[in-house]
């Protein structure tokens, strides 16, 4: 994970800090100075805290069963998986502590139709795009 500074005025580049996550990387997603990062390869989904001095910090590696998209709304993590032999495609939620890691064990998790690609939210209600139907 590396992190860039942003010129206000161009738009330019600045490589300012980097952190080793896992392989490969997938999909990333932020929440207030905490960012999650989804592996795939490794089969985790991994907190890290980008600190006021422009450190990144690790706070928490969790491994996730088939892992696949990811998305944050600061009081939960969402982590939806392509499903297995023993598990069907799903999405947990996972609670956020204030202190940016979240919940190893799922508050709940919702079956879904296909392996689930990609996930944002708004008010209320997630968004996901799965391989498969949902419900019409």
Do not use: K, W
């Not at 996550?21 to 980008?50: E, F, K, Q, W």
């Not at 956020?96 to 296909?114: M, Q, R």
């Amino acid at each position: 994970l590396q992190q860039f500074v942003i010129e206000a005025s161009n738009g330019d580049l600045t490589a300012t800090a980097n952190v080793p996550i896992g392989a490969p990387p997938h999909a990333m997603v932020s929440s207030d100075s905490t960012l999650y990062v989804l592996s795939r390869g490794s089969a985790d989904v991994r907190a890290v805290r980008a600190e006021l001095d422009g450190r990144l910090t690790s706070l928490q590696t969790t491994a996730m069963d088939t892992p696949s998209a990811i998305d944050a709304t600061g009081t939960h993590l969402y982590v939806g998986s392509a499903g297995s032999t023993s598990v069907p495609p799903r999405i947990c939620a996972h609670v956020v502590g204030t202190d940016g890691t979240f919940d190893v064990a799922p508050a709940g998790c919702v079956n879904v139709a296909g392996a689930v690609q990609a996930m944002a939210h708004g008010p209320g209600v997630l968004f996901v795009l799965s391989r498969g139907a949902g419900p019409s």
